[in-house]
């Protein structure tokens, strides 16, 4: 049997030191965000709290941003990490929109998250990669939890992958209006109205008690309802 030299093992050690040191912060970071929101949590809070100066938290973490992207890698990771589209582990609708109650009790990470997503937009945004690695990911996670529940078509006629943008859109939408106004915006109740709207087919009955095919749109065109009746 060979084994690696002395200094070889050494670095193993450093390695996974390093590992467990740069998941720590991620944890602390979590906290503080949790604790004083995205503005509130400098590097200079992070690195109090991890027992670190700051240049010591920037040996691990260059910036803020790649901080806050590693942060929400973990969060990710916690939420939905079961839930991947491998055909073995896939939600159910219902616990999708448990996942909305929980993220209605921890603003400080939604406002992050929400706060690199919009910055994100620019070209040159260091987030911009996790960003888009990660909707290309949920599309497909979200696409998965509805053929489970729906089959290939939902009851208006989608496929899974055209719903799930909407679904993803939904989701992300409803969080921003959250952080403007929670008192306005019931995110939990909100996601499972649409949810519920999802399972719908596409007939609306009429006033006379015809069905119109194509839903409210159809029935105000075709005169059987008025357009103040629909949502």
Do not use: C
Not at 165 to 181: E, N, R, T, Y
Not at 220 to 225: A, C
């Amino acid at each position: 049997m060979l084994y690696g030299t002395g200094m070889e093992r050494a670095t193993e050690r450093g390695t996974r030191r390093g590992e467990e040191r740069r998941a720590e912060i991620v944890r602390r970071a979590l906290e503080v965000i949790a604790e004083r929101g995205y503005r509130g949590a400098t590097l200079g809070a992070v690195a109090e709290r991890v027992g670190l100066t700051q240049q010591g938290l920037l040996h691990y973490f260059p910036t803020k941003d790649s901080l806050l992207i590693a942060v929400l890698e973990e969060r990710d990771q916690w939420d939905t990490g079961s839930a991947r589209h491998d055909g073995e582990h896939i939600w159910p609708l219902d616990l999708l929109a448990s996942l909305v109650e929980y993220n209605a009790m921890r603003p400080g990470v939604v406002q992050t998250f929400s706060a690199l997503l919009g910055e994100s937009v620019t070209g040159d945004h260091p987030a911009r990669g996790f960003f888009t690695q990660r909707y290309d990911r949920v599309r497909a996670d979200m696409a998965a939890i509805l053929r489970g529940e729906f089959g290939d078509r939902l009851p208006g006629g989608l496929t899974p992958e055209a719903a799930a943008p909407l679904l993803v859109a939904v989701m992300d939408g409803l969080q921003f209006q959250w952080l403007h106004d929670r008192d306005a915006v019931d995110m939990p109740a909100l996601f499972r109205a649409f949810v519920s709207l999802l399972g719908q087919g596409d007939e609306a009955a009429g006033r006379d008690g015809r069905t119109v095919r194509g839903g409210p749109a159809a029935a105000v065109r075709d005169g059987l309802t008025d357009a103040a009746a629909v949502p």
